[in-house]
């Protein structure tokens, strides 16, 4: 049996207590020997500046290289508002994905039918939801260059940031999405500004291109991101995959999350390109949620994120996919019997701590 | 009595019709003897590129600046899809923005009870909701220079967009939503990327300095927009003022105007700097709504956005602020009788057409 080399970055916040429970379930796949998943940890984050001063170090980057997935906690809080811009916690996501070339971000939005109550939406609105948001995650006005802040005098600064696409970036993300959609309902929906934006323009163009070469046999739409974000609240469930560029899929996934009332249930991954020589690809997994850090420490946190990431570790990078199936029907089924963290708690419902959830996913598994 | 100078601009799709409604509303004041407004009529947008192969013509333009106040319709349609970037609908309304220098961009979202039950969210999340977005206007990647698309050779093509702010920007922004606040519920949410973006950094840092210097009563909270476009959709009556950027405001006030079930019914003000020595500034007027091309000329579409958007004319370019509270009285009126338009009919209440709604508010005056 392959060995699979895995780097842990739990980072700040309830990110060590949501990946406490994943290690858990890497210990009992590992015990179980229905693989042999070999793990590190790394800092990332305010726990990577506390310690070395940086957002993460040379030496976790180098393991995150040599690491068959990386599967990722939360980074930020307030404790790191005011460290040196370069060294925020943020810098040391954004450096991952940058530096691994992590350009696709595969954010679904699910509305598990036990919690769509939840949501702020109406029920028929949202049940059933499911769809699958791609946004591209290296290029755009994250890292494009200028970005900076210039003294002009006279008490005035001036902020520049800079949105750059090349059609060779906007190509592999269509092509993920085309392909993903292929696996589901079949249809993409393509959102920008291209009313507005140049990069909206390019960005339109090429989609309408790659569709056109490569993937007649997909539905094709595309909508101004507004006016896109708009049918998001107002009938979401009209989208299977919608994809988008950095900012935009930011915003869109978020708001996407959100409407599920699930949002302590969102996994997410993000994918680099396939290697022609070995196909693998780089990859790294982490929630949706943020590091909460009002709620650190308190074993208060719904590690389903967490746990739900790594099953698409166990999905996309592992070829896992029957036991990434039982991952997942073993949390819809602890849900059905009643258990619930304290952020999705209502009435009639068991509550649970961070553990005693992960512990019941175990236990169905 | 002095008279007042408006240019109407009706543009695209539903815009002369519901345009029609205010002509009508504008006629009956004069009658009235209650104030004295003159009208012009120009072209902007595809009717524009129809007649004269451009977005505004050079006269209008010279038209809107000798005017008062500019009410404006809609722009766009699938008609004008394939003319040239430069003179597409959207370039005349981006125009007259930044010509004008229509900085301040008011986005009321107000969820009207009689209609709280046409939203996707729970009545219980937006009735009574009430948020103003102060999106800055002119500036931002709207209009950054470099926007440019470059062919690289080898079928590559770079689409570049500028994200830029300067310091006073972002002040007089900052000072318009913290006025507002002032007559409201003294509270602002100031919205940006400052993890990602430098030009969050300086917003941000902007914001809480003219807080501190001059607005100290005035509640000040910062937030991502990211989450912040979550949170509107979770619980979006913990706001009061919004104030946020070009393009993020046009995704946020997009999606506030969506969850009040009422987008037909938001109006929208872009106001310039007060003159400092006439005291007056300019300003334009449109309902959030679009052109929608599909139902133009079928005299289903709602006037009462561009009425309502009338009413901020009333009350911010020509202090007439008791007849844009007896304006929005009439609204209110006519929509508790039961008299709807086809986007937002339901159950037990009465169909209308444009001209109906129109002449039934104008009957309650
Ligand atoms: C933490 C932050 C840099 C990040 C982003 O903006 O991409 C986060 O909001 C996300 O969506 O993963
Ligand atoms: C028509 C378009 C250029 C415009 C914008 O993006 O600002 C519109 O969406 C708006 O919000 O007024």
Same mark, same amino acid.
């Given at each position: 049996?392959?060995?699979?080399?895995?780097?842990?970055?739990?980072?700040?916040?309830?990110?060590?207590?949501?990946?406490?429970?994943?290690?858990?379930?890497?210990?009992?796949?590992?015990?179980?020997?229905?693989? %042999?998943?070999?793990?590190?940890?790394?800092?990332?984050?305010?726990?990577?500046?506390?310690?070395?001063?940086?957002?993460?170090?040379?030496?976790?980057?180098?393991?995150?290289?040599?690491?068959?997935?990386?599967?990722?906690?939360?980074?930020?809080?307030?404790?790191?508002?005011?460290?040196?811009?370069?060294?925020?916690?943020?810098?040391?996501?954004?450096?991952?994905?940058?530096?691994?070339?992590?350009?696709?971000?595969?954010?679904?939005?699910?509305?598990?039918?036990?919690?769509?109550?939840?949501?702020?939406? %109406?029920?028929?609105?949202?049940?059933?939801?499911?769809?699958?948001?791609?946004?591209?995650?290296?290029?755009?006005?994250?890292?494009?260059?200028?970005?900076?802040?210039?003294?002009?005098?006279?008490?005035?600064?001036? @902020?520049?940031?800079?949105?750059?696409?090349?059609?060779?970036?906007?190509?592999?993300?269509?092509?993920?999405?085309?392909?993903? @959609?292929?696996?589901?309902?079949?249809?993409?929906?393509?959102?920008?500004?291209?009313?507005?934006?140049?990069?909206?323009?390019?960005?339109?163009?090429?989609?309408?291109?790659?569709?056109?070469?490569?993937?007649?046999?997909?539905?094709?739409?595309?909508?101004?991101?507004?006016?896109?974000?708009?049918?998001?609240? %107002?009938?979401? %469930?009209?989208?299977?995959?919608?994809?988008?560029?950095?900012?935009?899929?930011?915003?869109?996934?978020?708001?996407?999350?959100?409407?599920?009332?699930?949002?302590?249930?969102?996994?997410?991954?993000?994918?680099?390109?396939?290697?022609?020589?070995?196909?693998?690809?780089?990859?790294?997994?982490?929630?949706?949620?943020?590091? @909460?850090?009002?709620?650190?420490?308190?074993?208060?946190?719904?590690?389903?994120?967490?746990?739900?990431?790594?099953?698409?570790?166990?999905?996309?990078?592992?070829?896992?996919?029957?036991?990434?199936?039982?991952?997942?029907?073993?949390?819809?089924?602890?849900?059905?019997?009643?258990?619930?963290?304290?952020?999705?708690?209502?009435?009639?419902?068991?509550?649970?701590?961070?553990?005693?959830?992960?512990?019941?996913?175990?236990?169905?598994?």
């Amino acid at each position: 049996m392959a060995t699979h080399k895995l780097l842990l970055l739990p980072g700040d916040g309830i990110g060590p207590e949501v990946m406490g429970e994943v290690q858990r379930l890497i210990d009992w796949i590992n015990a179980q020997g229905i693989a %042999k998943f070999e793990t590190e940890q790394g800092l990332v984050g305010g726990s990577a500046y506390d310690a070395h001063k940086v957002s993460i170090s040379e030496g976790d980057m180098d393991k995150a290289k040599a690491a068959d997935a990386i599967i990722f906690g939360a980074v930020g809080g307030p404790k790191w508002d005011s460290v040196p811009y370069e060294v925020r916690p943020e810098a040391g996501l954004l450096r991952l994905r940058k530096d691994l070339g992590l350009f696709a971000n595969l954010r679904p939005a699910v509305c598990y039918p036990a919690l769509a109550d939840a949501s702020s939406l %109406k029920r028929e609105a949202v049940e059933g939801l499911d769809i699958m948001i791609v946004r591209e995650l290296t290029g755009g006005v994250y890292f494009g260059e200028p970005k900076t802040i210039t003294d002009l005098g006279n008490g005035q600064k001036r @902020a520049i940031d800079t949105q750059v696409y090349d059609t060779y970036e906007i190509e592999r993300i269509g092509r993920v999405a085309f392909d993903l @959609a292929r696996k589901r309902r079949n249809k993409v929906t393509s959102m920008e500004k291209r009313n507005v934006m140049k990069s909206g323009v390019l960005w339109n163009e090429v989609m309408t291109q790659v569709h056109a070469r490569e993937y007649k046999d997909v539905t094709l739409e595309h909508q101004l991101a507004d006016s896109g974000g708009m049918m998001l609240v %107002k009938a979401p %469930k009209q989208f299977d995959v919608i994809v988008t560029d950095n900012l935009f899929g930011d915003m869109l996934s978020d708001i996407a999350a959100m409407l599920t009332g699930s949002l302590g249930m969102l996994p997410s991954a993000s994918l680099g390109e396939i290697d022609a020589k070995t196909r693998k690809r780089r990859s790294l997994f982490e929630p949706v949620h943020g590091s @909460a850090p009002d709620i650190a420490g308190k074993g208060l946190a719904n590690p389903i994120a967490m746990i739900s990431s790594f099953g698409m570790a166990l999905r996309y990078s592992f070829d896992m996919g029957t036991l990434a199936d039982k991952v997942d029907a073993a949390i819809a089924a602890v849900l059905a019997s009643g258990l619930r963290t304290a952020d999705i708690k209502s009435e009639g419902t068991t509550a649970a701590s961070t553990t005693q959830m992960g512990e019941a996913i175990l236990k169905e598994l």
